[in-house]
């Protein structure tokens, strides 16, 4: 799909460097089309071999909150202390808990 000014439409790059962990945003990409995303996130993000995973999202199928939401998007918890387990005791010698 292109946009009114004849650039391809943009694509946001997320690339994740090993199994297991999460996938970054890198950057974007000018792409016609899903396939050509992909090859152009591979040419532009993953040159030297890096990475495991390559995720491309058109840049207008995100969506982001409003700040002037953030209060009721990001109140505090504080009433709720089963969502932050700080009143647990750790057992002696437990690891990666």
């Given at each position: ?57 058109p840049t ?38």
């Amino acid at each position: 799909m292109s946009t009114n000014n004849n650039q391809l439409e943009v694509w946001e790059v997320f690339i994740q460097s090993k199994s297991g962990l999460p996938h970054i945003h890198v950057g974007s990409v000018h792409a016609s089309d899903i396939k050509m995303a992909m090859q152009n996130a591979r040419d532009i993000y993953t040159r030297r071999g890096e990475g495991t995973s390559i995720w491309v999202v058109p840049t207008l199928s995100i969506s982001a909150s409003n700040p002037l939401d953030n209060e009721m998007l990001f109140d505090p918890s504080n009433d709720k202390i089963y969502r932050m387990p700080t009143f647990y005791v750790m057992p002696e010698g437990a690891q990666n808990i």
